[in-house]
């Protein structure tokens, strides 16, 4: 359980995430990080699901970008086909939320590569309560560093499976 948030405003695009860990109704650690930058490629992506298949998803998504030459669409859609199809990879429990200067998609084990309509994106336990909050300080003068975190503590005053230890990537 986690909550992510992608925004895109002025030309910014950030992903931010909480850094609570839970194991049922325990919490196990409280600083951990769930978002990335894939640094050469200028993607940035968070993951909502269990670590482990988050971090595999993470190799993956980086291997397509190198072999579609930073094509995140062409990217995304190759990863969601391995993710539905590969017996090893269809048993991952996981979403992911990935963006690049042009592009913001959901990612799902089921096979969907999703568009949303809107520049915020947000997945996970509280992913509903951060979208919210997000579509409605789109409307004000914050960036999008501050409006994604901002959509986070939200999210963690609703939902008992976030926190506010925000954790941020930018591009």
């Not at 909502?48 to 970008?65: I, N, P, Q, V, W």
């Amino acid at each position: 359980m986690t909550t992510i948030v992608l925004v895109r405003k002025n030309n910014e695009v950030v992903v931010a995430g909480d850094g609570q860990v839970s194991m049922g109704n325990t919490v196990v650690k409280s600083t951990a990080s769930k978002v990335r930058k894939i640094e050469k490629r200028g993607v940035v992506a968070g993951f909502a699901g269990s670590t482990a298949d988050a971090l595999t998803l993470f190799e993956r998504l980086e291997a397509k970008l190198e072999k579609h030459a930073g094509n995140l669409s062409r990217a995304a859609v190759e990863l969601a086909k391995d993710w539905r199809t590969d017996k090893y990879l269809r048993r991952l429990e996981a979403l992911m939320a990935v963006g690049d200067k042009e592009n913001s998609y959901i990612i799902s084990g089921t096979g969907d590569v999703l568009e949303p309509e809107g520049d915020v994106i947000g997945i996970g336990s509280g992913g509903n309560y951060a979208l919210a909050a997000g579509k409605v300080l789109m409307g004000t003068e914050m960036n999008a560093e501050q409006l994604a975190k901002k959509a986070i503590e939200v999210a963690a005053e609703i939902c008992v499976f976030t926190n506010n230890n925000v954790k941020i990537e930018k591009i």
